[in-house]
């Protein structure tokens, strides 16, 4: 029975030792995570359904057809009227569709002119399927042609597959070490095969986690939008004329000085000089009562003739 055991416990530490190395470099960056996108659990999407593991129903000597998995992410960029109303209008329609909202931040920026204009970027997942409709309807936000935009495709299909086989195999090693420890008699037996079985299911676990997450990954599309205000983006204009690049930056920083001398001149004007005229102006008329009182005493003293 030892020997058995024994055998069969060197044997699973090799099928462990081949599945963890494959799986910790398939893709770092899409770290396993069964809570990384909430709200998914009941459905993975059309692009996962040939990979559910819990329902695979075909053995090692079949060849299923493989359906594609890849991932997409969008980032784009846009010029409208109001950003935070059209942040607004991009989470109903990512929440209509099913999807939801990752992230949401508004805040004020300044342009090169001083004035402080809103701002803002959000970033929402939309089913797969729908992602070229999401699209349509964030860009039609804009009046403007779109500012940037950037999509980005990972397929996940072989990554998807070694994680299907090592999850047949590791299951497989339970079922068998499970019968092993039901047959065994003795305590270290049972220790012993109890302690390679919590770390074969725990590895089960760690491989239906990280397949859980590439199936809602496939499911949901990322949208990132960078949202801008039209005065942001409009370019600087004398006239018809329209400078660009070093013209463009040499005329709004004079603009600017111009600007700030105006602004300094008025705050002279109606600040400096009324505060100064506050602090100071009693002291220069006490100064000035001062030396005419001094002077006018001085002028007597050389006028008065002299004793006889």
Known sequence: MIKKILFTLTTLSLVLAACAPAAATEAPALAPSRGAVPGMEESAGEGARSFDTANTGYSAGTSPTVERMVIKDVQISLAVDEPEASAGRIQAMAEEMGGYVVSLNMYQTTLDNGAKVPQGSITVRVPAERLTEALGKIKAESSQPVLNENINSQDITAEYTDLSSDLRNLEAAEAQL??????????????????????????????????????????????????????????????????????????????????????????????VLPVAICIFGPLVLIVWGALRIYNKRKRAKTVLPPKE
């Not at 499970?178 to 760690?206: C, F, H, P, W």
């Not at 939008?225 to 004398?238: C, F, K, W």
């Open 178 to 271: 499970q019968e092993i420890m039901d047959g065994a008699t003795k305590t270290e037996d049972v220790l012993l095969v109890y302690n390679q079985l919590v770390s074969t299911r725990g590895e089960i676990e760690r491989i239906k986690g990280q397949m859980q997450y590439y199936e809602q990954a496939v499911a949901l599309s990322s949208v990132a939008v960078e949202l801008y205000t039209n005065e942001a983006v409009q370019p600087l204009s004398i006239g018809t004329w329209e400078p660009k690049g070093v013209a463009k930056d040499a005329i709004q920083d004079l603009i600017n000085t111009l600007e700030w001398l105006a602004n300094a001149a008025i705050r002279i004007v109606l600040f």
